[in-house]
C-alpha cells in the first residue's frame, strides 16, 4: 500500500520530534554535573526524557506531551536504523589481510570471545536451572545480556521482529533496557576500576584518571581543539559528498536485503526454517564489506572518506537509541522485573570478573588497558570501550587500542550484533538450550586451546 500524504507529513512530525529531544538531550548533559561524570550520552539522556513525556509516565487520555501514534511510530525506527548502522561498520576501511589482523589482535579475539560467549553460557544456563522453572521465561530469556550488554541499543531494537515470530514480544524491551543498563554500568564501573588500578600500578600510563577536561566532559569543544568531521573527496558540484557515501550505505543495506530474501526462498523448505526470523542487518555488514572489497580492488576507495561514513553512523544511532528508549514499554519491563534484575546482575558479576581474573592471564602486556576497553565494549559500546582506555592510555601509548580494533573486524560479524547474536534465539528455540550451550562451551575451549598453543595464556596474573 502507497503513503500517503498524511503519513508522510506524519513522518517529518515523529522526525522532528526525535530532533527536539536530541537538543534537549545534549543541553540537559551540558548542565548535569552526574550525568557529565557518567558520561551518559546525549541520545540515553534524550530517550528517558521522551519516555519521560509519553503516555507510559505522564500521559493520560485528557494530556499527553508526546502523543500515542507518535511513539507507536517510533518503535518502528530502530529495527530500520540498525541496518544503517551496521552497513557502515566496513566502508571507508582498507580490509587488511586476515595473517595480519590475526597477528595483531589475535590475543584481544580470544579473550574478547571467552567473554562474549560467556555471556550466553551464563544467561541461558541462568535462565535453564533457575529462570525458567521460576518465572516461567522461555530459555533464551538469557541471550538477552549478550544482546544488551555486548550487541547494544541497536542490536535489541533489530531483534524485535526475531522474537516477536518466537512468541517472545516482550524480548526487544528487556534487551533495550538491559543495553540501557550496561552503558551505565560500563562507565560507573569502568572507572571505578581506573581508578582501583591506577592506585595499585596496574596502569602502563596513567596515575590518576582524571586527564578529561572540563570541555570534554561536558561534551562540547573549544575552538582550537575541533578537528574536521569529514573530507570532500568528490566535487559538489556533481553530487553532494555526504549523498555520495549515503548512497554507498544505501546500496549495502539493498544488498543485505537481497540476501536475506535469497536465503529465505532456498530455506523455504527447511524444517526448521532457521532464516525465518533472521534480522537484516548482519546481512547489511556483509554488504559494506562486499562493497569495500570492490572498492579496494577497482580504486574507488581513495574516494571514501571514513569519517563520513562515521558522520552517517553516529546520525542514525542517535536517532535510533532516542526512538528505542521513548518506546519502551515500562509494563513489560516490570513484568519480567525479578528475573531480569538476576539475570543482569550475573552478567555484570562474569564481565567485571573476566577483567580483573582471566584478562592477566589471557592479555600480553598493557593488560588492564586491553580488558578495561574490553569491559567497555563488552557491557556497553565499542565507543564506550575506547573512551573508558583514553582515559586509562590519554595519547593511545600502549598497543591497546591497535589490537582491539584488529580483533573487531574478526569479532563483529560474528558476537556483538554479529551472525551469533542474532541467530542464538532462533536456534535455541528450534534445537534447544543443553545443545546450544554445549556448542558455546566447546567455542570456548577452542579459543583457550588457540590462545595456549599460541603463547597467550600465562601461568601468573599479569605476567
Not at 589475535?106 to 571467552?114: E, F, I, R, S, T
Not at 582524571?210 to 570532500?232: F, I, N, W
Not at 592471564?361 to 564506550?384: H, K, N, S
Amino acid at each position: 500500500m502507497p503513503m500517503t500524504g498524511d503519513q508522510l507529513t506524519r513522518l517529518m512530525v515523529d522526525l522532528c520530534w526525535l530532533s527536539l529531544l536530541l537538543l534537549a538531550g545534549k543541553y540537559i548533559r551540558t548542565r548535569v554535573r552526574l550525568f557529565q561524570n557518567l558520561f551518559l550520552p546525549a541520545s540515553v539522556i534524550a530517550g528517558f526524557l521522551g519516555l519521560l513525556l509519553g503516555p507510559s509516565i505522564i500521559g493520560s487520555r485528557l494530556f499527553t506531551v508526546i502523543p500515542p501514534e507518535t511513539m507507536n511510530a517510533w518503535a518502528l525506527y530502530p529495527g530500520r536504523l540498525i541496518n544503517v548502522v551496521f552497513a557502515c561498520l566496513f566502508l571507508g576501511f582498507s580490509v587488511p589481510s586476515l595473517k595480519h589482523i590475526w597477528w595483531e589482535g589475535g590475543p584481544q579475539l580470544c579473550y574478547g570471545w571467552l567473554v562474549g560467549m560467556g555471556q550466553y553460557i551464563v544467561g541461558v544456563g541462568l535462565s535453564l536451572v533457575l529462570l525458567a522453572p521460576l518465572f516461567g521465561v522461555p530459555p533464551f530469556f538469557g541471550c538477552l545480556l549478550e544482546i544488551g550488554f555486548s550487541g547494544g541499543h541497536g542490536t535489541a531494537a533489530g531483534m524485535a521482529e526475531a522474537f516477536e515470530q518466537l512468541g517472545f514480544k516482550a524480548g526487544s524491551d528487556l534487551g533495550l533496557m538491559s543495553a540501557t543498563i550496561g552503558i551505565i554500568s560500563a562507565v560507573v564501573f569502568g572507572m571505578a576500576m581506573i581508578n582501583l588500578a591506577a592506585r595499585r600500578g596496574m596502569t602502563k600510563m596513567i596515575k590518576s584518571p582524571k586527564h578529561l577536561s572540563g570541555e570534554e566532559s561536558r561534551g562540547l569543544l573549544p575552538a582550537d581543539k575541533r578537528s574536521l568531521g569529514s573530507t570532500q573527496t568528490i566535487s559538489p558540484n556533481s553530487l553532494e559528498p555526504f549523498a555520495f557515501h549515503a548512497a554507498f550505505v544505501g546500496v549495502a543495506v539493498l544488498i543485505g536485503w537481497y540476501l536475506l530474501k535469497g536465503i529465505k526462498a532456498l530455506s523455504a523448505n527447511m524444517k526448521p526454517d532457521l532464516f525465518e526470523s533472521f534480522p537484516v542487518f548482519p546481512l547489511a555488514m556483509l554488504g559494506g564489506l562486499f562493497i569495500q572489497i570492490f572498492a579496494d580492488k577497482t580504486g574507488l576507495a581513495r574516494y571514501f572518506d571514513r569519517r563520513t561514513f562515521d558522520r552517517i553512523l553516529g546520525l542514525s544511532l542517535d536517532f535510533l537509541v532516542v526512538s528505542a528508549i521513548a518506546s519502551i514499554r515500562l509494563d513489560v519491563f516490570l513484568a519480567y522485573f525479578w528475573p531480569f534484575l538476576i539475570l543482569i546482575v550475573a552478567g555484570l558479576v562474569w564481565v567485571v570478573f573476566a577483567t580483573w581474573f582471566i584478562a592477566p592471564r589471557m592479555l600480553p602486556d598493557a593488560w588492564f588497558e586491553r580488558a578495561i576497553t574490553e569491559y567497555g565494549m563488552q557491557t556497553g559500546v565499542t565507543a564506550l570501550g575506547l573512551m573508558l582506555l583514553r582515559v586509562a592510555d590519554p595519547h593511545f601509548s600502549t598497543p591497546a587500542a591497535k589490537s582491539f580494533g584488529f580483533k573487531q573486524i574478526l569479532y563483529e560479524p560474528m558476537l556483538g550484533g554479529g551472525f551469533i547474536t542474532a541467530a542464538a534465539p532462533i536456534l535455541i528455540f528450534n534445537y534447544g538450550a543443553i545443545p546450544s550451550l554445549a556448542v558455546g562451551l566447546l567455542s570456548i575451549l577452542a579459543a583457550l586451546a588457540v590462545a595456549r598453543l599460541n603463547g597467550w595464556i600465562h601461568q601468573k596474573r599479569g605476567a
